[in-house]
Every structure is written in C-alpha cells, then in structure tokens.
C-alpha cells in the first residue's frame, strides 16, 4: 500500500474542497448573513491550512494501482461529509453533531434523506450549501477533482473507484479529459433545468437549488412540503424530464455531441430504463385513478413519483404511503432497481439487473443443453466473465448489507415497513421511503446509533460497497510502503 500517494489525493482534494466553501458564502454575503459569511470563510480556512502542506509534496513513489485508488475514495467519502456537516452544526442549524453529519452524507451521497422537518427558517447560506452538496456529490469529488486539477496519470483509476456502475470506461483518450466532458455535460444540463424551472416562475434561489438537488438525484428541497409546495404541472413536468435525463448513462450524452447515434440507439440498458418507467407509470397511474378521479391527475402524480423513486431523486407530489398496496409495492421494486450505470442516480442499477438476469438464462440453458456455448451479451458484445462475476459478487454483498442493516436497525423498534424501507432508501441513495419515513416525513426520530448505522448504508450505496469493504480489510494494509 502506497500511503503517500493516498495522503497526497486526499490531500489536493481536501484543498479543494476548502474552495467550495467559498460559493456559500458567496450566498450569505448576497443575504446579508454575517455570521454564516464567517463560518464558511473559518471552515475554508482550516481545511486550506490542515491540507495544504501535503497536496503541495508529491511524494516519490507515485504509484497507484486499484487498490490505492479504491482506499483513497473510501477515505475521501467518510472525511468529506464529516467536514462538510460544520456548517450545519457551527450554525445551530443542527445543534446535534451526529443529526449534522447524517444531514452532510445524505446531501453528498444524494440520498436526500434528511432529520429536518422545517428548512424554511434556515439561512439562505445553509440551504445553498445543503443543496450544493448534492451537486458535488452527485457526479463525484475524485471526478470534479480530475477534471479541474492539472492531468494526471491516476485519473481513470480514481474514476473507476468512485463512479457507480458495473463498468466504467474511457469515452475520450486521456481519463482527465472523459472527466471534464461529464462535468461539463453534467453543469449544462442542470443549468438548463435551472432556467426552465425559472422560466415557470419558481423564485431564482429555489431553482439554482432545486437544479442542483435534481442533477444530483438527490431530493433536498428548500420548502417545508418540498415540491408539492408549488402546485405546478409545468414545474413538475421539467423536474421529470430532468430526473429522467440524469438517470441516463452520461457517456450517451456525449455519444450524442459527437453524432454517435448508433451507439444510443442500440443501447440496451437506457431501452430497458425507459421500458420500465413507462411500465411502472402505467400500472401506478391505474391503480391511482380512483384516488384522483383524472386521467390527467393520476398520469401526473403518478410519472413524478416513479421518476423521482427510480432515479433514487426523492423528489415527491403526493404521500404515496397513503396509496394502495400495489402502487407502493412498484415504488419499492423501483428503489431497488434504480438507475443506469454511470448516471447519478442510485440503486442496484439497471445494467446490473440485466447481467443478473441473463446469467441466470445462461445457467438454465446449460442446464437443459450441458453442450451448448451460453454468452452473457451487452449490445450485442460478450461480457467478460470477471464483469458478470463482479456483478454477482455485488448482489450477494448488497443483500447480506441490507439483512444485517435490518437487524441493527431493528434496535429502534420502529414498525417493520418503516425499518424495511429505511434500509432499502438509504442503501439506494432514494430519500424517503415508505411507512414512518415516507415522504411526508423524517428521519429524525430515529437513535444516534440507528442514524449512523444508516449513514453508513448511505455511504456503502453510493461507493458500491468495495471501497469501503476494502478499506477496512486488514490484508491491504499488511504491506510497508
């Protein structure tokens, strides 16, 4: 294990995040809030002077291999949202330290889970930042980092630890370089939310922030009833599209810019996507009609609430709690399910139940015909065996997580809805889930231990498990450096 190199990259981007402080209080100084102005600049401050000295020494040995990479991510993962929760603590937004730090993993890991049952008393220097966060998290810290740092070798590497998906690669030559076309793309499309959203009369600071919580797919919302509060079909419709086109591999985006049609087209996992949106709205949207009366009404609530759950955004129109069974039953299939690989949505991702399923057609074909050569294909190429084992390898991790998250939540003696459902959303990034969590309430009432418990579900969804897993292996750090 080369620690220096580690220290170094968490270092650079601690430096880093020391600069993101500053838009806040950008924010504050607009507003007039002095006393947050000065929190973000001290916050900025230490952080600058704590990290400094070791991004600026490059160490000698400049190796990184996955393994480095993997624990760097990890690392970054657990110091950045314990950081980016002295905001909400030192400003008595939140005056529990731990309620603080659950508030910063959900915004990072655009969760959008939140202990806050009233936001709109806040300062505006806080909401931004609450919001901000899922925007940073959203397409990743170790990303944003590549993108704006001078190249780097270890770029692809650090993307690999970090983006969610079954496999990530290259769609430009350099990694440094595939890194800032996404986040080019990704501040693009949200700016274009941004002004739609504007354009339907939502208030500018609503809309920055509602733009950033939508590209992040993660949910906070500066209302206290979050968007129900607007009333708006218009705004509701550009919230769904926006969900939508966030839940989409980003690598097709670019395959668009570069006239790569093709290569969207044939794309079986965005099909697959859209199948199912379009499916689980139709079922929802019937089962709803006797609620609303309206075709209009029942296609409206019922789109929203889809998207918004499968994207793993959190968003919400309506108390779906209060739905029948078979509509909150296609909304907790669609949390596990979530959204494509390579996207900034959440969940086991589409790709993922894909490979699952054609592994399992593959096993049943060599079952009946023991002779025959079974392929498992994406876009009519083969996978490799080491993608479909890793997938495999993930579904079996991911469900021991979610049984052994439900018996140390159990702890709370919360009903068995709402300790089901509060693992299943925070392990996808989702937000609210169903029961005593359900949209139209909070996680506040649970136990210190129980909120890190499920803060570490947060974090384990949006690294995929094996940055954290391997971090606390003691087989990587048995080597001297």
Not at 115 to 121: A, N
Not at 274 to 283: D, E, G, N, R, Y
Not at 381 to 405: C, P, Q, R, W
Not at 449 to 472: A, H, N, Q, Y
Request: aromatic fraction near 12%; charge should be positive.
């Amino acid at each position: 294990m080369n620690k220096r190199i580690v220290l170094h990259y968490i270092s650079r981007a601690m430096l880093f995040g020391a600069a993101l402080f500053l838009l806040p209080a950008l924010v504050s100084i607009y507003y007039g809030e002095r006393d947050v102005i000065l929190l973000f600049v001290i916050i900025a401050l230490a952080v600058a002077i704590i990290s400094t000295p070791l991004a600026i020494l490059k160490p000698k040995n400049t190796n990184m291999y996955n393994r480095e990479a993997l624990v760097t991510a990890a690392f970054l993962w657990v110091i950045f949202p314990v950081i980016g929760a002295l905001p909400f603590y030192f400003s008595g937004a939140i005056p529990s330290f731990v309620d603080s730090v659950f508030e910063s993993i959900s915004g990072f890991t655009t969760t959008g889970a939140s202990i806050l049952s009233e936001v709109e008393s806040l300062p505006r220097g806080i909401l931004f930042w609450r919001s901000f966060t899922h925007w940073v998290g959203g397409m990743g810290v170790l990303v944003l980092l590549i993108a704006i740092l001078p190249s780097s070798s270890h770029a692809m590497a650090l993307m690999r630890a970090e983006c969610p998906g079954p496999q990530v690669g290259k769609i430009m030559p350099k990694g440094k370089n595939s890194a800032a076309a996404l986040y080019i793309i990704y501040a693009v499309i949200t700016a274009v939310v941004c002004v739609l959203l504007f354009a339907g009369g939502m208030p500018l600071f609503d809309s920055v922030c509602t733009a950033m919580g939508t590209a992040g797919t993660g949910g906070f919302s500066v209302r206290n009833g979050g968007i129900a509060d607007y009333n708006s079909a218009y705004i509701e419709g550009v919230l769904t599209g926006g969900m939508i086109a966030f839940g989409v591999n980003f690598s097709l985006y670019y395959f668009i810019l570069i006239k790569r049609f093709k290569d969207v087209f044939k794309n079986g996992e965005m099909r697959v996507y859209l199948i199912l949106i379009a499916i689980a709205t139709a079922i929802v949207g019937v089962n709803i009609y006797p609620i609303y009366g309206s075709v209009g009404k029942s296609f409206r609530y019922s789109v929203f609430q889809v998207a918004s759950i499968m994207t793993s955004t959190g968003f919400a129109t309506a108390d779906y709690c209060t739905w029948p069974m078979l509509s909150q039953v296609i909304l907790l299939i669609l949390m596990f399910i979530g959204a494509c690989g390579g996207s900034t949505g959440g969940g086991f991702k589409v790709q993922r139940v894909i490979i699952t399923y054609k592994s399992a057609m593959k096993s049943l074909k060599k079952i009946v015909h023991p002779n025959s050569v079974n392929l498992v294909k994406s876009d009519d190429k083969a996978m490799d065996n080491e993608t479909v084992h890793g997938v495999l390898n993930y579904l079996v991790i991911y469900i021991g997580i979610v049984l052994f998250s439900i018996i140390l939540l159990s702890v709370n003696n919360a009903d068995f809805t709402t300790t089901v459902s509060s693992v299943v959303t925070c392990l996808n990034n989702i937000g609210p889930g169903l029961g005593g969590v359900g949209p139209t309430q909070n996680f506040g009432f649970y136990s210190d231990f129980s909120k890190c418990v499920l803060s570490v579900d947060m974090l384990l969804g949006r690294l995929e498990c094996l940055p954290l897993v391997i971090l606390i292996s003691p087989s990587v750090w048995r080597k001297k450096f």
